[in-house]
């Protein structure tokens, strides 16, 4: 029986990929490297910011890389933060079920805070589980646990929502099953049907109330 439903941020409750996308290029620009494609971008999707700079930039003191990315970001985040459809109403809905809901994300908590509030959604969350509450981040499953914990619910009776290989793997590290949504830009065909992808696919954000009707049956 299914009773909690951890989402991850961006990317599955908010539309932040045109943000994180331009966030990256102003800084290749900044720091004078060639842009890299924009695939090779959305592969850092759901991995924490700092790590996937020093990768990107390792010449560069990661301080500097990031406040390029975060001077950017925080200056269009409030105003361009919207959700993708139907994830919103999903969160009240589950509320209202009765389910358990958290957020389980690898931004900082000042500007998830933020979008959670422009949505109007904290009221139906339980949980809130930024960078900063945990020392290990996506894939290592301690983001999922300590929303567990968080929760008061078991691992067998929960669901991580995500659109990354970092959430599908973090939610089975956490022994968590994972639910990939379609409009994920940063699994490819190969990943969503090998041995490590998600054990449910959803193609619309209404579409986990039938799926979780169907496991619960």
Known sequence: ?????IFDFDGTVADTNGMVVNSWLHTYDMLGVERPSKEVLFKTFGEPLSISMEKAFPNVPVETSV???????NAIFEEEIVPFPGTVELIRELKS???????ATSRVKETTMIGLNKFGIVPYLDAIVTMEDTTKHKPDPE????????LGAAAEKA??????MFDIRCAHNAGVKAVLVSWALAVDEEEKNGPEGPDFYIEKAEDLLT???KENA
């Open 211 to 213: 799926l979780l009707e």
């Open 97 to 103: 079920r009765g389910y358990k809901v958290g957020v």
């Open 159 to 164: 669901l991580m929502i995500g659109d990354s």
């Open 67 to 73: 406040g390029h990315y975060r001077d950017h970001m």
């Open 1 to 5: 029986m299914i009773d909690t439903i």
């Open 143 to 150: 983001p999922v646990l300590v929303s567990l914990k968080k």
